[in-house]
């Protein structure tokens, strides 16, 4: 800055400077930077709406051991817009101000709601819930869930609120009360603490002995197809099949998607973290929280596999002596972090990821295409930076699959699908570098094979890495690239000996044709030559090919 | 031609109808039907000075019918079924109608006349027959005659037996047709000179070596036809007269052609035993006559060696016979060939003058 220090206006000093510098809310940072959470765009930013909530409502029903039933209503407030205008992202990137220069861009403005038939939410709770960022029961946990930042609805809410000014409207109902509990809310995001603009006891319109209902006002545009809130509801029923969805679109049409089965899907356990995967402001600030009685037992006792003798060796590593809780100091938090990675520890159990499994993965594929051959696979639990995680995978080839289109795929993170930014996604990375050719498909360069074949992946973890807080695409971790590359090749091994026995098959009706087409003229040769009846003739035809029938599978 | 020859008729059609009547059992029975045939190749043949002829050894192939072989089993019944038909109607055809009558066969049909001729030969090695008794007959043009020799033939709607004057045709020359087993033959001549190309041919003609030298001159156009082959063998046994040849000094010359002619094909040694000359002996042009004659050469190519070496190697006929092995073992030693038209380096009518009469004065020398 100094150095820029020219007769432009006046300089600044420290003391001007310090005048405006104050805190930025992180509700003000999401608010100016709202392209992170999902909000890029207005089709984007309804169906990440959507979404936040349909995966609070899952996460919620879940842990509440209460098999799922979610209702997504969206009506359209505003006259819909006819002609498409462009979508100007990099407008919509810049807020709102940016727009009004530029004149008004065409929107139109919805009415969202959720309702799902979870426990219910404490009525106190409401307001930090839905119109605080960052506040919420998954961050500090390692626990396979959809949500993980406490971010997302309260985004919701706070767009919304920008584009409309309409306040959230929440309506929750617990299973020992009769009346439901009604919030109206508004988020200030100078301060990112909610503000409750009034509160009231309503009856509770659903059938579910109880429930939250979410209702957002917020401008969007709707369209169906690809990346659309249908996709995404359909997409959730493939791998939730035993969450009952509705989906009510803005023409008050109803797609009804009843549970596939009543199986909940086992719970997955929360585990401590793992001494590998925890950063060094992470751990000052556990040291900090942690109700151990000294630096050994903190270890011990906050971390996943760490034993008596393995903090023993930690502390030793580090050239560190055990001491009371009250006098850790930050050197000692440095120094046993930096040891930690020169000490060999277990890995972290990994009983706390839940697949989907390999038979509804596949029969997820089986809904969405009719093809020949399907494969599925769910590999074995792996690690990537102390962080336990999973890798499926589902195969579907022929059929109806069109030849014609690049590979088909489906990814899935903890259960919730990923509809955006494919290209950034470990996934694709993956599928990409592999060789499709040898499976008789085309493969531009660096590109998804073309050709009938469709593939679902779904990485679970107690901490899925996105590449943003819009969890949008799964970041590159190597072993996680890794898993996904093994599960892949596994269901395309499944897929080669399908290929090659569907070749063979048609290899062996192929020899039929041309055996069919030659044998009637050794019949009819030895009819002439030898005066053979019609009948005599037939016979030996159909004897003969009888005979080669039978020796043409052996490879004659 | 369509004079009847029942005996081989009969011959053809009893292999036709036992080939026939084994596919149809072994098929009714669910086994695989077979086809088997001798090998067609030099390296299934035997020679024995005896008999004098290349002899079919005692190698077989059979084709089982498959998937691999369905088209071609069922080409080659249909082609025996033609010849059966062609056979009982006293009818014959050429190669190439044979091909055209294929394109009723549907998908069964022949695309290219190479592979129907393939299958008749086939045919004729597995029946053992000549393929005119199969009633198929080449295009193959016979060879030509000219000199001291009255062929008579029969005129095919009287019966009546034609005169042809060996020596009443100028300039030009009697052809050899396509059957002969009819003929008959009447001649003084001391010889029969067999040769290669249609170039010295016409010279001698033209002078009238013939008569000079009291002889038959045939002009065999490469290796000799079947029909050329048989023509000059009916015509030493019955006449009772020496067959001389002169070709050009080179592998093909001795390899094929002469070979050819003496003993037969291996290609088709089912029917060399009427198909060849033994008696033939070999005047020139030898390695030595270039020697002699100080004839004009050219070098031998790759393939003349190798078409010499392999003689040396797989030949029964030249490997029995050491002059020979001895004659073709200097061809490569001098790695140079010369050919019939080079005695014209002396004058044009050297051949006639000085290299005839001198050669056949010691034909006792002839090579075998």
Redesign the interface.
Not at chain 1, 143 to 168: D, L, V
Not at chain 2, 59 to 67: F, G, H, I, N, P
Not at chain 2, 94 to 121: H, L
Not at chain 2, 194 to 216: D, P, S
């Given at each position: 800055m100094k150095t820029h220090e020219k007769k432009k206006g006046k300089a600044e000093d420290a003391d001007s400077m310090a005048k405006r510098q104050r805190e930025i809310s992180v509700s003000e940072f999401f608010a100016k930077n709202r392209h992170l959470l999902g909000f890029d765009n207005p089709k984007k930013a309804l169906l990440t709406a959507v979404k936040e909530a349909v995966d609070n409502s899952l996460d919620a029903c879940e842990e509440a051991h209460i098999l799922p039933e979610i209702e997504v209503k969206l009506e359209r407030l505003s006259a819909p817009i006819v002609e498409a205008a462009p979508e100007n992202e990099k407008d919509a990137k810049e807020g709102k101000d940016s727009k009004k220069r530029k004149g008004p861009v065409p929107t139109e403005r919805y009415r969202l709601t959720i309702t799902d038939n979870g426990p219910g939410i404490v009525a106190t709770q409401i307001p930090k819930i839905f119109a605080k960022l960052l506040y919420g029961s998954k961050f500090h946990r390692l626990k396979m869930s959809r949500g993980q930042q406490g971010i997302g609805i309260s985004a919701a809410g706070m767009y919304g609120q920008m584009t409309t000014g309409k306040p959230m409207r929440i309506t929750s109902k617990l299973p020992k009360k009769d009346k439901a509990h009604f919030t109206e809310l508004q988020i200030d995001t100078k301060k990112n603490t909610p503000d409750v603009l009034s509160e009231k006891d309503v009856d509770w319109k659903f059938k579910s002995p109880s429930g939250t209902s979410v209702e957002i006002t917020l401008e969007g545009r709707y369209q169906r197809g690809r990346q659309s809130i249908d996709e995404f509801i359909l997409q959730n029923t493939l791998s939730n099949p035993h969450g009952h969805f509705r989906f009510i679109d803005v023409d008050n049409q109803v797609f009804d998607y009843p549970r596939k089965t009543k199986e909940l899907p086992e719970v997955p356990s929360e585990i401590k973290p793992h001494p590998y995967g925890v950063e060094l402001g992470r751990f000052h600030q556990m040291a900090a929280e942690t109700t151990a009685r000294s630096l050994k037992t903190f270890l011990s006792n906050d971390f996943s596999r760490v034993s008596d003798k393995v903090a023993s060796e930690i502390l030793s590593t580090a050239g560190v002596k055990d001491v009371p809780a009250s006098k850790i100091t930050p050197d000692h938090l440095n120094k046993v972090h930096e040891a930690i990675p020169k000490v060999s520890i277990m890995s972290p159990p990994t009983d706390c990821i839940v697949p989907i499994g390999e038979e509804l993965i596949m029969n997820t594929l089986k809904q969405h295409s009719k093809a020949d051959f399907y494969t599925a696979v769910s590999r074995s639990p792996a690690v990537y930076r102390g962080n336990p995680f999973m890798v499926e995978c589902a195969l579907a080839y022929g059929g109806d699959l069109s030849g014609e289109e690049p590979m088909t795929v489906f990814r899935f993170a903890n259960r919730v699908p990923l509809q955006f930014q494919p290209a950034a996604c470990a996934t694709f990375r993956v599928l990409t570098k592999l060789d499709w050719k040898k499976y008789g498909l085309n493969q531009p360069r660096n590109s998804l094979p073309v050709g009938p074949i469709a593939i679902l992946i779904h990485v679970a973890s107690v901490w899925v890495p996105f590449t943003s807080e819009s969890k949008e695409a799964i970041a590159d971790y190597p072993e996680i690239k890794q898993e996904i590359r093994l599960a892949v090749l596994e269901c395309a091994r499944q897929l080669s000996l399908h290929v090659n026995r569907a070749y063979r098959a048609a290899e062996a009706e192929r020899k039929a044709n041309y055996i069919d087409t030659y044998i009637p003229f050794i019949g009819e040769a030895l009819q002439e030559m030898l005066k053979l009846s019609d009948s005599q003739k037939d016979k030996v035809v159909s004897t003969l090919r009888n005979t080669l029938e039978r020796s043409k599978i052996d490879g004659d | 031609m369509a004079t009847k020859n029942k005996a081989a008729d009969n011959k053809a059609l009893v292999g036709?109808?036992k080939t026939?009547?084994e596919?149809?059992d072994k098929?009714?029975k669910?086994?695989?039907?077979q086809l088997k045939m001798p090998v067609r190749s030099l390296t299934n043949v035997k020679y024995k000075n005896k008999t004098g002829y290349l002899e079919l050894s005692n190698q077989y192939k059979t084709r089982t019918?498959?998937?691999?072989t369905?088209?071609g089993?069922?080409?080659t019944?249909?082609m025996?079924?033609a010849s059966?038909?062609l056979i009982e109607t006293n009818d014959h055809a050429s190669k190439r109608e044979m091909y055209y009558i294929s394109k009723n066969?549907?998908?069964?049909r022949f695309d290219e006349q190479p592979e129907s001729d393939t299958v008749m030969d086939d045919i004729e090695a597995m029946m053992c027959v000549n393929r005119e008794q199969l009633r198929f007959l080449p295009e193959e043009k016979g060879g030509e005659v000219a000199g001291q020799l009255i062929v008579f033939d029969r005129d095919r709607d009287t019966n009546k037996p034609i005169k042809i004057d060996c020596t009443g045709f100028g300039s030009g020359a009697y052809s050899i047709p396509i059957s002969v087993e009819h003929l008959e033959f009447q001649t003084k001549a001391k010889f029969i000179l067999c040769i290669e190309t249609a170039g010295m041919f016409q010279r001698l003609v033209a002078h009238n070596y013939w008569r000079k030298a009291n002889c038959i001159l045939i002009s065999m156009g490469g290796v000799p036809t079947r029909a050329t082959r048989r023509f000059v063998r009916r015509l030493a046994d019955t006449m009772k007269i020496p067959v001389y040849t002169f070709v050009d000094g080179d592998p093909y010359g001795i390899a094929n052609i002469y070979r050819t002619l003496k003993v037969g094909s291996g290609n088709a040694a089912h029917i060399n035993e009427f198909f060849c000359v033994p008696t033939a002996t070999f005047m020139g042009i030898t390695p030595q006559d270039i020697i002699d004659y100080k004839l004009p050469t050219h070098p031998l190519k790759d393939v003349d060696i190798k078409r010499a070496k392999d003689a040396l190697k797989n030949d029964p006929f030249f490997q029995f016979h050491k002059p020979w092995v001895k004659a073709i073992e200097q061809m490569i030693k001098m790695g140079v060939r010369a050919e019939q038209q080079a005695l014209a380096k002396h004058g044009l009518n050297y051949v006639i003058d000085e290299y005839l009469p001198e050669k056949i004065k010691a034909a006792s020398k002839f090579l075998p």
């Amino acid at each position: 800055m100094k150095t820029h220090e020219k007769k432009k206006g006046k300089a600044e000093d420290a003391d001007s400077m310090a005048k405006r510098q104050r805190e930025i809310s992180v509700s003000e940072f999401f608010a100016k930077n709202r392209h992170l959470l999902g909000f890029d765009n207005p089709k984007k930013a309804l169906l990440t709406a959507v979404k936040e909530a349909v995966d609070n409502s899952l996460d919620a029903c879940e842990e509440a051991h209460i098999l799922p039933e979610i209702e997504v209503k969206l009506e359209r407030l505003s006259a819909p817009i006819v002609e498409a205008a462009p979508e100007n992202e990099k407008d919509a990137k810049e807020g709102k101000d940016s727009k009004k220069r530029k004149g008004p861009v065409p929107t139109e403005r919805y009415r969202l709601t959720i309702t799902d038939n979870g426990p219910g939410i404490v009525a106190t709770q409401i307001p930090k819930i839905f119109a605080k960022l960052l506040y919420g029961s998954k961050f500090h946990r390692l626990k396979m869930s959809r949500g993980q930042q406490g971010i997302g609805i309260s985004a919701a809410g706070m767009y919304g609120q920008m584009t409309t000014g309409k306040p959230m409207r929440i309506t929750s109902k617990l299973p020992k009360k009769d009346k439901a509990h009604f919030t109206e809310l508004q988020i200030d995001t100078k301060k990112n603490t909610p503000d409750v603009l009034s509160e009231k006891d309503v009856d509770w319109k659903f059938k579910s002995p109880s429930g939250t209902s979410v209702e957002i006002t917020l401008e969007g545009r709707y369209q169906r197809g690809r990346q659309s809130i249908d996709e995404f509801i359909l997409q959730n029923t493939l791998s939730n099949p035993h969450g009952h969805f509705r989906f009510i679109d803005v023409d008050n049409q109803v797609f009804d998607y009843p549970r596939k089965t009543k199986e909940l899907p086992e719970v997955p356990s929360e585990i401590k973290p793992h001494p590998y995967g925890v950063e060094l402001g992470r751990f000052h600030q556990m040291a900090a929280e942690t109700t151990a009685r000294s630096l050994k037992t903190f270890l011990s006792n906050d971390f996943s596999r760490v034993s008596d003798k393995v903090a023993s060796e930690i502390l030793s590593t580090a050239g560190v002596k055990d001491v009371p809780a009250s006098k850790i100091t930050p050197d000692h938090l440095n120094k046993v972090h930096e040891a930690i990675p020169k000490v060999s520890i277990m890995s972290p159990p990994t009983d706390c990821i839940v697949p989907i499994g390999e038979e509804l993965i596949m029969n997820t594929l089986k809904q969405h295409s009719k093809a020949d051959f399907y494969t599925a696979v769910s590999r074995s639990p792996a690690v990537y930076r102390g962080n336990p995680f999973m890798v499926e995978c589902a195969l579907a080839y022929g059929g109806d699959l069109s030849g014609e289109e690049p590979m088909t795929v489906f990814r899935f993170a903890n259960r919730v699908p990923l509809q955006f930014q494919p290209a950034a996604c470990a996934t694709f990375r993956v599928l990409t570098k592999l060789d499709w050719k040898k499976y008789g498909l085309n493969q531009p360069r660096n590109s998804l094979p073309v050709g009938p074949i469709a593939i679902l992946i779904h990485v679970a973890s107690v901490w899925v890495p996105f590449t943003s807080e819009s969890k949008e695409a799964i970041a590159d971790y190597p072993e996680i690239k890794q898993e996904i590359r093994l599960a892949v090749l596994e269901c395309a091994r499944q897929l080669s000996l399908h290929v090659n026995r569907a070749y063979r098959a048609a290899e062996a009706e192929r020899k039929a044709n041309y055996i069919d087409t030659y044998i009637p003229f050794i019949g009819e040769a030895l009819q002439e030559m030898l005066k053979l009846s019609d009948s005599q003739k037939d016979k030996v035809v159909s004897t003969l090919r009888n005979t080669l029938e039978r020796s043409k599978i052996d490879g004659d | 031609m369509a004079t009847k020859n029942k005996a081989a008729d009969n011959k053809a059609l009893v292999g036709i109808d036992k080939t026939a009547r084994e596919i149809y059992d072994k098929s009714l029975k669910g086994q695989k039907p077979q086809l088997k045939m001798p090998v067609r190749s030099l390296t299934n043949v035997k020679y024995k000075n005896k008999t004098g002829y290349l002899e079919l050894s005692n190698q077989y192939k059979t084709r089982t019918l498959t998937y691999n072989t369905v088209k071609g089993f069922a080409q080659t019944l249909k082609m025996m079924s033609a010849s059966k038909e062609l056979i009982e109607t006293n009818d014959h055809a050429s190669k190439r109608e044979m091909y055209y009558i294929s394109k009723n066969w549907g998908p069964a049909r022949f695309d290219e006349q190479p592979e129907s001729d393939t299958v008749m030969d086939d045919i004729e090695a597995m029946m053992c027959v000549n393929r005119e008794q199969l009633r198929f007959l080449p295009e193959e043009k016979g060879g030509e005659v000219a000199g001291q020799l009255i062929v008579f033939d029969r005129d095919r709607d009287t019966n009546k037996p034609i005169k042809i004057d060996c020596t009443g045709f100028g300039s030009g020359a009697y052809s050899i047709p396509i059957s002969v087993e009819h003929l008959e033959f009447q001649t003084k001549a001391k010889f029969i000179l067999c040769i290669e190309t249609a170039g010295m041919f016409q010279r001698l003609v033209a002078h009238n070596y013939w008569r000079k030298a009291n002889c038959i001159l045939i002009s065999m156009g490469g290796v000799p036809t079947r029909a050329t082959r048989r023509f000059v063998r009916r015509l030493a046994d019955t006449m009772k007269i020496p067959v001389y040849t002169f070709v050009d000094g080179d592998p093909y010359g001795i390899a094929n052609i002469y070979r050819t002619l003496k003993v037969g094909s291996g290609n088709a040694a089912h029917i060399n035993e009427f198909f060849c000359v033994p008696t033939a002996t070999f005047m020139g042009i030898t390695p030595q006559d270039i020697i002699d004659y100080k004839l004009p050469t050219h070098p031998l190519k790759d393939v003349d060696i190798k078409r010499a070496k392999d003689a040396l190697k797989n030949d029964p006929f030249f490997q029995f016979h050491k002059p020979w092995v001895k004659a073709i073992e200097q061809m490569i030693k001098m790695g140079v060939r010369a050919e019939q038209q080079a005695l014209a380096k002396h004058g044009l009518n050297y051949v006639i003058d000085e290299y005839l009469p001198e050669k056949i004065k010691a034909a006792s020398k002839f090579l075998p």
